[in-house]
């Protein structure tokens, strides 16, 4: 996994521990963590680490098991032969290209940098990590044009694409039986609010937030939620939706209707992007390349642990 994917798994987690210092370099003789007296030091993780058994990723659909140590050097030893072979072809990007992309994504997205340093990773990491997905891309894209009217065309072609459904922002209270039910219309009718019912009624876990699910999209209700819910207007209460278990009561906090996403400036980026990868993966064959530049690399082995599982993905050129 790359480390921007890493970091867009595990970013709500993260953005909810910004007071957290910036993890430390574990170095071979600094203690990780005591337990009962027993010191575990750096080198010990970092042993464990690399030959960690019951591991493996995705590979082709199929799942491959492989320590983590050799997964790492395998991204590496990639990302090293991507960078190379973009260089030998003259599209790897430049260090302006990595910067203007990298301020791209934090005016997106600022909280990025965060996310980032509370993994204990750098600026250079992430501009690392842009540079490998711009030269991957590059390679891929060889070649390849999209114009204007092809980008127009692909938008009006797909409606379906560029649109987001009727959604409902919507607190729930669950209560299991019919003595409960009439509680909680009885404190309603008193004039409680539908959040401090919950917090004190509810038995679904959403009840510590006052009832708050959040945004959902009206397509993706059950059918008697869809029907309790059909002429729902802001600020007003269901009726009772009965289900197996439960049965369950909306507050609609807001609504907000389907509307079309514009063509605009990033939204012709995106599918420009998109429509010159699905030109440039059947042009340019980048796996097939790769397996190519990687039985010519010149490989100097180090008697690591990793260096039989190595030697047998370069003999295969996978």
């Excluded at 509307?259 to 030109?279: C, G, N, S, W």
């Amino acid at each position: 996994m790359r480390a921007g994917l890493l970091v867009a798994a595990f970013l709500p987690a993260l953005l909810h521990a910004q007071t957290v210092p910036t993890p430390p370099t574990v170095t071979p003789d600094r203690t990780l963590i005591v337990v009962n007296g027993e010191a575990v030091k750096g080198d010990v993780y970092v042993r464990r680490l690399q030959v960690l058994p019951n591991v493996g990723r995705m590979m082709e659909n199929r799942y491959v098991a492989a320590t983590p140590g050799y997964l790492a050097m395998q991204q590496i030893v990639n990302e090293i032969l991507i960078w190379q072979l973009a260089t030998e072809k003259g599209v790897a990007p430049t260090a302006a290209a990595v910067d203007a992309e990298l301020a791209k994504r934090l005016e997106r997205a600022p909280e990025l940098k965060e996310a980032f340093r509370l993994l204990g990773l750098t600026e250079d990491d992430l501009k690392h990590e842009i540079k490998i997905e711009l030269a991957e891309f590059a390679l891929t894209t060889m070649g390849v044009n999209v114009t204007d009217q092809e980008v127009e065309g692909y938008y009006r072609a797909h409606p379906d694409q560029f649109s987001v459904p009727k959604r409902l922002v919507l607190r729930i209270i669950a209560v299991a039986d019919e003595a409960a039910q009439r509680k909680v219309d009885g404190e309603l009718a008193a004039g409680k609010s539908f959040a401090d019912v919950a917090r004190s009624l509810s038995v679904d876990p959403s009840a510590r937030d006052g009832g708050m699910l959040g945004e959902i999209p009206f397509d993706g209700l059950g059918d008697q939620a869809k029907s309790a819910l059909q002429n729902a207007t802001k600020g007003s209460v269901s009726s009772w939706v009965p289900g197996s278990i439960v049965r369950v009561k909306f507050f609609v906090e807001d609504l907000k209707p389907a509307e079309t996403i514009p063509l605009d400036a990033d939204q012709k980026v995106a599918i420009r992007r998109q429509l010159m990868l699905d030109k440039g993966q059947v042009r340019n064959n980048l796996p097939k390349m790769l397996a190519e530049f990687r039985k010519k690399a010149r490989i100097e082995w180090q008697n690591t642990p990793f260096d039989r599982q190595l030697k047998q993905m370069f003999e295969q050129g996978g």
